[in-house]
């Protein structure tokens, strides 16, 4: 499966944004789709994640309730709409692919796309 993100950019604290991932190649409608980010000089992080039928979604306590994953099967595509945003949000997010939420989370079994980077300045 190949992922293609896209919505990063510079914006300033307080705004609102949204970044899209589009999935194409070998998908499954099992699969769980999810973010990630990664600032400067830290490890990647879970940011949000949803379950093929939206039943399981999970939120990074940093983004819980400023942020929310949506996903649309029939275009291949999830969303991550972060309103709020805050300097520390600044990262490159990555969309990832795994077989379930579980594997999400442990990094395992994931499918990575490039990233896209967000800025936000105070």
């Known amino acids: 499966v190949q992922l293609q993100a896209c919505g990063g950019g510079l914006v300033q604290a307080g705004d609102s944004l949204r970044l899209s991932c589009a999935a194409s190649g070998r998908t499954s409608r099992s699969d769980s789709v999810g973010w990630f980010r990664q600032a400067p000089g830290k490890e990647r992080e879970f940011v949000a994640g949803i379950s093929w039928d939206t039943r399981i979604i999970s939120y990074a306590d940093s983004v819980k309730g400023r942020s929310t994953i949506s996903r649309d099967n029939a275009k291949n595509t999830v969303y991550l709409q972060v309103n709020s945003l805050k300097p520390e949000d600044t990262a490159i997010y990555y969309c990832?692919?795994?077989?379930?939420?579980?594997?999400?989370?442990?990094?395992?079994?994931?499918?990575w796309g490039q990233g896209t980077e967000l800025t936000v300045s105070s």
């Open positions: 990832a692919n795994a077989p379930n939420m579980v594997a999400m989370k442990a990094k395992r079994f994931i499918s």
